[in-house]
């Protein structure tokens, strides 16, 4: 009900911020427009019923009065544009009924109270300077009636009108003038607040990049330790090879198939090393745009990565749905590596003897794509969970967590894959899920 009145009063138009004023001034209009045609009604046919007694010509002009607001009511809905010819003919039909009523209704003492209205309208609906205009315009018709075909009123009552009616256009002009400027001030202070809004989201959006490319050169040192971890054995294999092979030449061994078989073995060795190295390039490379990727195979890369982390943990890759979608890879891919790493840290922590990490994708019923993310932890503290994405929240303090990987998880699914990320205890553990709008994704690829 409240929107379809709203509708009528701005005659269907849609207003911005800073026009404020023009929003005031249609539903103005359209509520005189309406209450004029009501009334005007409400007249007639109070003549016809003889509870008043109009002149029959004053009939007919009320009728026409109620049928000219009808129209101007369906051509004001029709532009935006029409609002002042509107107003304007709406104020002179208005002075036309009433200059008839001051001819023909001689009867009625207060029938010049309607000009004060119609000049309040008139500053209201176009302005302070059409208000001037109006006013001499009321005065001099007022003036020329009286000395055409008399008023019926005494010399004083016609200089009271004349005087007050004076002193209310000033007054008029003065409170639209205040209105005018209390306006102006207003779209300067808007003007004002919107930049300063825009500069604070500009501030946080540049915080939150910065903290982005913090929490990644963090990820990139624990995947460098875990590089370490993974390079070390093969570094001792290839060292082990090199010993055999110089002790074989030392012993002038002439078998020519055992040096190749070794010397195939250290490349085998240093290309697995080299592929390590391109895959931790290829995770953390910064991406220009959205590209179609599987979600099982940017798992798989996070799991081939931390594998060093995870070598005491069961891990548990259950994946229905490995539908393409359109995004950042590797900013999934750091969200998975927040997990992940929060799982192993509170397994560690709380030295649980059978550690277990499920992570399972699958499609929602809306077919958004689902990335589960649990372990058999415990949970989280009950007093913790509704704070565990704010920044600068932790419970490792005093294990040197800051308190952002979370917070950057919430950051990268919300603004780069436009989705939403949750969290849950289970019976065993905590549970994160993460919702992707797949429908979105294809669009915007497709």
């Known amino acids: 009900m409240v929107g379809v009145l709203s509708n009528f009063l701005t005659s269907g138009h849609a207003f911005t911020e800073d026009e404020n004023l023009q929003r005031f001034r249609f539903s103005l209009l359209n509520s005189i427009l309406i209450i004029s045609l009501i009334f005007s009604l409400i007249n007639y046919f109070a003549s016809l019923a003889r509870f008043v007694e109009f002149s029959s010509i004053y009939e007919k002009a009320l009728l026409a009065f109620a049928f000219v607001c009808l129209v101007l009511i369906y051509f004001l809905r029709r532009s935006e544009n029409n609002y002042s010819l509107t107003a304007t003919v709406i104020l002179l039909n208005g002075l036309a009924l009433f200059y008839f009523a001051l001819i023909t209704a001689v009867q009625d003492e207060f029938r010049l109270i309607w000009f004060f209205l119609t000049l309040f309208v008139g500053f209201l609906l176009v302005g302070k300077t059409y208000g001037l205009l109006l006013t001499l315009?009321?005065?001099?018709?007022?003036?020329?009636?009286?000395?055409?075909?008399?008023?019926?009123?005494?010399?004083?009552?016609?200089?009271?009108?004349?005087?007050?009616?004076?002193?209310?256009?000033?007054?008029?002009?003065?409170?639209?003038?205040?209105?005018?400027?209390?306006?102006?001030?207003?779209?300067?202070?808007?003007?004002?607040?919107?930049?300063?809004?825009?500069?604070?989201?500009?501030?946080?959006?540049?915080?939150?990049?910065?903290?982005?490319?913090?929490?990644?050169?963090?990820?990139?040192?624990?995947?460098?330790?875990?590089?370490?971890?993974?390079?070390?054995?093969?570094?001792?294999?290839?060292?082990?090879?090199?010993?055999?092979?110089?002790?074989?030449?030392?012993?002038?061994?002439?078998?020519?198939?055992?040096?190749?078989?070794?010397?195939?073995?250290?490349?085998?060795?240093?290309?697995?090393?080299?592929?390590?190295?391109?895959?931790?390039?290829?995770?953390?490379?910064?991406?220009?745009?959205?590209?179609?990727?599987?979600?099982?195979?940017?798992?798989?890369?996070?799991?081939?990565?931390?594998?060093?982390?995870?070598?005491?943990?069961?891990?548990?890759?259950?994946?229905?749905?490995?539908?393409?979608?359109?995004?950042?890879?590797?900013?999934?891919?750091?969200?998975?590596?927040?997990?992940?790493?929060?799982?192993?840290?509170?397994?560690?922590?709380?030295?649980?003897?059978?550690?277990?990490?499920?992570?399972?994708?699958q499609a929602s019923k809306n077919n958004d794509v689902v990335i589960i993310v649990k372990d058999n932890a415990g949970g989280i503290l009950v007093e913790n969970i509704d704070s565990v994405f704010d920044p600068y929240f932790t419970s490792k303090k005093q294990s040197g967590g800051t308190g952002l990987g979370l917070y950057i998880a919430r950051i990268i699914v919300e603004h780069k894959l436009s989705g939403e990320i949750t969290a849950i205890n289970t019976a065993n553990g905590a549970k994160f899920t993460i919702l992707i709008d797949k429908s979105f994704a294809r669009e915007r690829y497709d």
């Not at 001099?140 to 010399?155: D, P, Q």
């Not at 390039?281 to 195979?297: A, I, P, T, V, Y």
Request: net charge neutral; hydrophobic share 45%.
């Open 137 to 361: 315009v009321i005065l001099l018709g007022v003036f020329i009636v009286e000395r055409t075909y008399g008023l019926g009123l005494s010399k004083l009552a016609l200089f009271t009108f004349f005087n007050s009616f004076i002193i209310f256009a000033v007054i008029s002009y003065l409170f639209w003038m205040k209105i005018e400027r209390d306006s102006l001030e207003f779209n300067i202070l808007n003007a004002k607040l919107r930049e300063n809004v825009k500069q604070e989201v500009l501030q946080r959006e540049e915080q939150e990049q910065m903290l982005l490319r913090q929490c990644r050169m963090a990820n990139m040192g624990e995947m460098l330790d875990s590089i370490a971890h993974q390079w070390r054995q093969p570094l001792m294999h290839i060292n082990s090879v090199l010993m055999n092979m110089d002790s074989a030449l030392e012993a002038n061994k002439k078998d020519g198939k055992y040096l190749e078989k070794k010397i195939d073995e250290v490349a085998s060795l240093t290309s697995h090393m080299s592929q390590t190295i391109e895959d931790f390039r290829g995770l953390f490379k910064q991406e220009k745009g959205q590209k179609k990727f599987f979600l099982e195979s940017a798992i798989n890369d996070v799991l081939a990565l931390m594998k060093n982390s995870l070598k005491d943990i069961e891990v548990n890759f259950i994946s229905e749905d490995n539908a393409p979608v359109v995004g950042y890879k590797s900013e999934l891919i750091q969200v998975i590596i927040i997990l992940l790493s929060n799982a192993v840290d509170v397994l560690n922590k709380r030295k649980i003897e059978y550690k277990k990490i499920t992570i399972h994708t």
